[in-house]
């Protein structure tokens, strides 16, 4: 499982060094091939190729018709792109989306059970602050026994 948040560097030619916890746990789990976007253009995504694939199969029951699933679309593919590690275990992230998230240099990698996520510190900072956990969270997850 990948938990927890590390330091990481993006080099100037985009390319991400994944923390090494994170990439040994991918690489055992689910190989080298991955897929890096985002919904928002706030931080990147980063899945791994299978764990991506189970989410476009759920996609594909919703009717190509629906606007939801176009703007989902829409978004993920405008920022998204196939990557795979690299020898050194860096993963090249897409001009567009580096510009857009902010991240450059050093980064926070977020750790979320199957899947990393990647953001501009101060940007992320400035998100705990805006969006405090709050004791309707508490009792909203308490509903599901945390």
């Given amino acids: 499982m990948l938990r927890g948040n590390f330091s990481a560097k993006i080099d100037d030619k985009g390319r991400l060094k994944i923390p090494t916890a994170f990439r040994a746990f991918i690489q055992e789990r689910y190989g080298t091939r991955l897929f ?8 990147a995504r980063v899945y791994p190729m299978s764990v991506w694939e189970g989410i476009e199969q759920k996609l594909a029951q919703v009717p190509s018709s629906h606007p ?3 703007r989902f679309f829409d978004r993920i593919n405008y920022f998204g792109q196939p990557a795979e590690f690299d020898r050194q275990g860096r993963v090249s992230i897409h001009q567009r989306l580096r510009e857009s998230a902010l991240i450059v240099g050093e980064v ?12 501009n510190h ?14 309707e969270d508490a009792r909203a997850l308490a509903e599901f026994g945390i």
């Fill in 108 to 119: 926070d990698v977020f750790g979320l059970y199957d899947y990393l996520d990647v953001w």
């Fill in 122 to 135: 101060d940007r992320f900072v400035a998100k705990l602050q805006r969006e405090p956990y709050s004791e």
């Fill in 36 to 43: 890096v976007t985002s919904l928002s253009g706030d931080y």
């Fill in 68 to 70: 939801s699933r176009a």
